[in-house]
């Protein structure tokens, strides 16, 4: 069955810098796209990155663009979401998604704040 498990977030100081990883299993992940999405408290959850399967094509919400990358290794069946200068407002919990034939699969989500 499809999994997606989420790892790297954590506590830093505005400015910094943190690594989020998603490890996927079940299905044949380099055949798909995958997409980081966040859910801050009391909001909506929202999509923040997407990459493409063989990496040609990424794109994110405005707020993330010049600071965050999203990247993938598909011989680790990885996904890494890299967040630098970060705010305060990019505090939340961070969630690895795909789809897979007409079904969106979802992990637990990593929580990153943002704080000093």
């Known amino acids: 069955q499809v999994q997606l498990v989420e790892s790297g977030g954590g506590s830093v100081q505005p400015g910094g810098s943190l690594r989020l990883s998603c490890v996927a299993s079940?299905?044949?992940?380099?055949?798909?796209?995958m997409t980081w999405y966040r859910q801050a408290p009391g909001l909506e959850r929202v999509l923040v990155a997407h990459?493409?399967?063989?990496?040609?094509?990424?794109s994110y919400v405005d707020s993330v663009k010049g600071r965050f990358t999203i990247s993938r290794d598909n011989s680790k069946n990885t996904v890494y979401l890299q967040m630098n200068s970060l705010k305060p407002e990019d505090t939340a919990v961070y969630y690895c998604?795909?789809?897979?034939?007409?079904?969106?699969?979802w992990g637990k989500g990593t929580l990153v704040t943002v704080s000093s």
């Open positions: 990459i493409t399967s063989a990496s040609d094509g990424t």
């Open positions: 079940g299905f044949r992940f380099s055949h798909y796209g």
């Open positions: 998604k795909t789809y897979v034939d007409g079904t969106n699969y």
